[in-house]
């Protein structure tokens, strides 16, 4: 997943509303439901103690601003700690943080002091991405295209499997395909199939990896990928629902997952 920037959080809140709005629209339910009916979880009165990491490229100017409005805006109490790295992380376990969020340029993660509950960002916002697109209330089969098999896609197609839905995947790197179908079980999708679909799953780094040849009209695309792999002229002229956006639908569900209690 590329590094976050400053402008890829600009009006986040905006972002948030209308994400919130089309999800709603083609699931039955906001952001703060799918969380909670796909965990199982709510929050109670949990501290985020949410630290700024320098290692790398080091800070993002509104890495954590816009982490604390995100945890402030699902229910949590949240504050970003005053010093970075190591000392930040002293200083959000002294003053009661329940859970831990920190990331550097690799790893992005939540950890749940209480019952030790940890998530990384890529596995949290696979399912989330995932789980969206395949609630899709239009969907006329339980077909559903992953494009992209990275640590996004592979978690969103594992959990679409668990669900039950027939999973087809492709990636352009073979041994990422080769790997979900031996140990997921995951069919590789060929363009020769001229098979299309209503749900689709994209979790690449890449522009455009979406084709007219992949998709039906009026379709759900459901894709964290930064930039979005869906053409606007193709998003336009099949009429298709883009639920896209940088941040927020992966932390809702990096919190709500690590409230869980288990091995779930
Ligand atoms: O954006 C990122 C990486 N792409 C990791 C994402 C993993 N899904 N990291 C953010 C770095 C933030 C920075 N260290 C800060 O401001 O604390």
Redesign the pocket.
């Known amino acids: 997943?590329?590094?976050?920037t400053p402008q890829d959080l600009e009006n986040l809140s905006t972002q948030l509303e209308e994400n919130d709005e089309i999800i709603k629209r083609v699931t039955g339910l906001d952001i703060r439901g799918i969380c909670e009916d796909l965990y199982g979880t709510k929050p109670d009165s949990q501290k985020v103690g949410i630290?700024?990491?320098?290692?790398?490229?080091?800070?993002?100017s509104t890495?954590?601003s816009s982490l604390l409005f995100i945890v402030e805006y699902f229910g949590f109490e949240g504050f970003v700690t005053e010093h970075?790295d190591v000392t930040g992380y002293y200083e959000a376990v002294s003053q009661g943080a329940d859970i831990i969020m920190?990331?550097?340029?690799?790893?992005?993660t939540a950890h749940n002091l209480r019952n030790e509950k940890i998530v990384?960002?890529?596995v949290a916002?696979g399912v989330i991405y995932a789980d969206i697109a395949s609630r899709f209330t239009e969907a006329n089969s339980k077909d559903i295209l992953v494009i992209g098999l990275g640590r996004v896609g592979y978690a969103g197609a594992s959990h679409l499997m668990k669900k039950g839905f027939n999973v087809y995947a492709c990636d352009p790197n073979r041994e990422f395909l080769q790997k979900a179908v031996g140990e997921l079980g995951i069919k590789p999708y060929c363009s020769d199939d001229r098979k299309k679909f209503s749900m689709v799953f994209e979790a690449t780094p890449n522009a455009d990896t979406i084709s007219e040849g992949m998709i039906e009209e009026r379709c759900l695309v459901s894709t964290p990928g930064i930039p979005c792999g869906l053409p606007p002229e193709i998003g336009k002229k099949y009429r298709v629902d883009l639920v896209m956006e940088p941040l927020v639908i992966g932390v809702a569900s990096m919190l709500y997952s690590v409230l869980q209690n288990g091995n779930s």
């Open positions: 997943m590329a590094l976050l630290i700024p990491i320098t290692s790398g490229n080091g800070i993002i890495f954590t970075p920190m990331a550097d340029d690799h790893i992005f990384s960002n890529h916002t």
